[in-house]
């Protein structure tokens, strides 16, 4: 049994922990006040704190990083790898369903109906303890000096909580600015928030030394279970979700991990349940419905990121959509309608997931399921406000965060499947179209993130979400139409810095990086892209323009090979190519050109696949990036899975990991 729990609870009473709480990085035992302005040593700065602080665990080990890649490349090159015993002291390695990018790479290397979905892995490694007990009760209660710690809880009210309502901004700026020691705010929230705050606003070095400083605070705050009340917990475990822990685990230590521990103390709580008793505070109750649907939201990315089942079923939940009033105290820059979109879409991606790809779904029910999905998909966003539709240019992170998720969604339902002997009668006409699109929206909407130094207030799925890109993109580079290669190649030269960018962020960008750049065989087709499309097209593009009805009459730019070499890892610079906008942006419309689209006519058999994308106007002639498509959807499913075609990917490169 549960009971709700105000979120203006103290986090720690004067009385409630044996030390002090201060703005040094020595406490000064004795006193448990949150603030105290008698300090027993001087305030020193962030190096400073950095560089007193213990020697870094895991995470900070470069040889568990290199071992995990090892092992999994000798899961790709050895045949037998499948049969390996998986024997006690060895880890298990879950590759996820159909979805998981990680599996879908698998099963190109493998017999297509293989239900292996567990490999043996590296020896469970033990862990150390490098800090001792007394040690860590003192670090835990440690803050920074006064100058960061507002830099950071600046920074994380500015770029995060408005689209991810977690905290209620206006209750916790008070007990922080007030700096009462009878009502601070919770510690174990602060650290947490510091965190992310960290995350977002400070420079690569610097960064990782304060996130790995306050992730180790606020893990143990949270393990000691000094805070006692539940919802701050859950808030805490959902902040946690931008930190990844240990270099070699990708369950226990990442936002895999913290999404569910986040689900179960929910659901214990019963935030899943609506609360219509009215003697609950109403604070509570719109802080509980918020915290519920944020907490949805990142249950359906990090499931999609990773191919695992989702840790809520919505169906056990009747709690009643977001309105308005559940975002007051939440400051006045709060992302309302991106929220309750967003949280529309997860719902409506969770629910797909189900019907389109669960185990013991019937072949009839899984083929009906993907032209409703299109059809729920396209009338969710042809009813987008204008504010969050895509645009060409100045695109805030909460509209982006919406599309990269939309998007990537698509490709994932529209994607030849691995089983392709369980899905061979229920692929769309325009699969190849719907794919191509969407990578196409997904790497111009990190190019415009990149430009504008937007990147780094992505959430941990966003590098997911390109991977999947890149994936598509991959492919159409080895596209026998020049000018969809070609376009192939910008895209991908495009998504390859916006990954290297992304990579200075989150650790598992930087492995997805290395796993395409040291691909021999995507090198060979980048400079056939290169070198022989560029001599194919000049010869056949005039050809193609007058045969071609439906042809845009605005040309594709021709470049020259030396501006577009492969990537390669001592790429430090980004070509000069990149700094123009993508051919993409020259046909998003703005919001107020867009013109009305009629509903969507259930009676067709099919609906145009266009009304999928806000954007289009499905009155125009189909953009330049699409045409000849219709025309190449065999070759298109063919090169997904002919032999071999990414098997290279996995042979020198990482894996996927938290």
Not at 121 to 127: D, L, S, T, V, Y
Not at 210 to 222: A, Q
Request: glycine share 4%.
């Amino acid at each position: 049994m549960s009971e709700p729990e105000s979120v203006a609870a103290k986090s720690l009473s004067p009385n409630s922990a044996g030390q002090q709480l201060t703005t040094l990085t020595t406490p000064v035992p004795g006193n448990t006040n949150a603030f105290n302005n008698n300090h027993g040593t001087s305030p020193i700065s962030a190096r400073q704190a950095y560089q007193q602080q213990p020697t870094p665990g895991p995470a900070g080990d470069p040889d568990a990083h290199t071992d995990l890649e090892q092992r999994l490349v000798n899961l790709i090159d050895d045949g037998d790898s499948g049969r390996r015993e998986i024997q006690r002291g060895v880890r298990a390695i879950y590759v996820g369903h159909e979805l998981s990018n990680m599996s879908f790479l698998i099963r190109q290397q493998r017999d297509k109906d293989d239900d292996v979905y567990h490999f043996a892995g590296n020896e469970i490694p033990r862990r150390q303890l490098k800090i001792g007990h007394d040690q860590l009760v003192m670090d835990a209660l440690t803050l920074p000096e006064q100058a960061l710690a507002d830099e950071l809880v600046q920074a994380y009210f500015t770029y995060v909580n408005p689209g991810y309502p977690i905290i209620d901004e206006d209750l916790f700026m008070a007990q922080y600015r007030n700096r009462d020691p009878a009502d601070p705010p919770p510690v174990l929230l602060l650290q947490a928030i510091l965190l992310v705050g960290s995350h977002v606003s400070r420079p690569k070095a610097e960064r990782d030394a304060l996130k790995e400083i306050f992730f180790r605070r606020t893990k143990w705050l949270f393990d000691s279970r000094i805070e006692r009340n539940r919802d701050i917990m859950v808030q805490a475990a959902l902040l946690m979700t931008w930190h990844t822990e240990s270099a070699d685990d990708d369950v226990a230590s990442n936002a895999h991990y913290w999404v569910g521990v986040a689900a179960r103390i929910a659901t214990g709580l019963g935030m899943h349940r609506n609360p219509v008793s009215s003697t609950f505070v109403p604070r509570d109750r719109h802080m509980w419905r918020r915290l519920w649907y944020i907490l949805v939201q990142f249950d359906v990315m990090v499931s999609l990121s990773y191919g695992r089942p989702q840790a809520i079923n919505l169906e056990d939940s009747d709690v009643s959509p977001l309105t308005p009033a559940d975002f007051e105290g939440c400051g006045s820059h709060a992302q309302i309608e991106y929220v309750i979109h967003f949280s529309e879409l997860c719902i409506m991606i969770s629910h797909i997931v189900r019907e389109r790809f669960g185990l013991r779904v019937s072949p009839e029910r899984r083929k009906a399921a993907l032209q409703e999905a299109d059809e729920a998909l396209a009338n969710w966003s042809l009813k987008l406000p204008d504010n969050l539709r895509l645009r060409a240019s100045d695109m805030d992170p909460w509209s982006a965060m919406l599309h990269l998720t939309y998007n990537n969604f698509l490709i994932l339902l529209h994607r030849p499947h691995p089983r392709a002997s369980a899905y061979s009668d229920d692929y769309g006409p325009h699969d190849a179209e719907i794919c191509s699109a969407a990578a196409g929206v997904i790497a111009s909407i990190f190019e415009e993130l990149r430009l504008n130094s937007r990147l780094k207030l992505l959430w941990y799925s966003g590098v997911h979400t390109l991977f999947t890109a890149m994936i598509q993109v991959r492919v159409e580079l080895r596209f026998s139409n020049p000018v969809l290669a070609i376009n192939a190649l910008r895209r991908f030269d495009s998504a390859s810095h916006s990954l290297r960018e992304l990579s200075q962020y989150w650790a598992h960008a930087a492995t997805i990086l290395r796993l395409f750049e040291d691909s021999k065989r995507l090198q060979e087709d980048l400079r056939t892209a290169t070198t022989e499309r560029p001599r194919q097209f000049s010869g056949s593009h005039e050809r193609n323009r007058n045969t071609n009805p439906n042809a845009l009459s605005t040309p594709v730019p021709e470049q020259s090979p030396s501006n577009i070499a492969p990537p390669t890892p001592d790429i430090s610079q980004l070509r000069s190519t990149l700094n123009q906008p993508q051919q993409f942006d020259n046909w998003i419309p703005p919001p107020t050109t867009l013109p009305p689209v009629d509903p969507i006519d259930h009676s067709r058999e099919l609906l145009d696949w266009r009304q999928l994308f806000s954007f289009t106007d499905p009155d125009q002639p189909v953009p330049m990036a699409f045409e000849g498509l219709p025309e190449l959807e065999d070759e298109w499913r063919q090169i997904y899975w002919q032999e071999m075609p990414m098997a290279d990917l996995l042979q020198d490169g990482g894996w996927m990991h938290g």
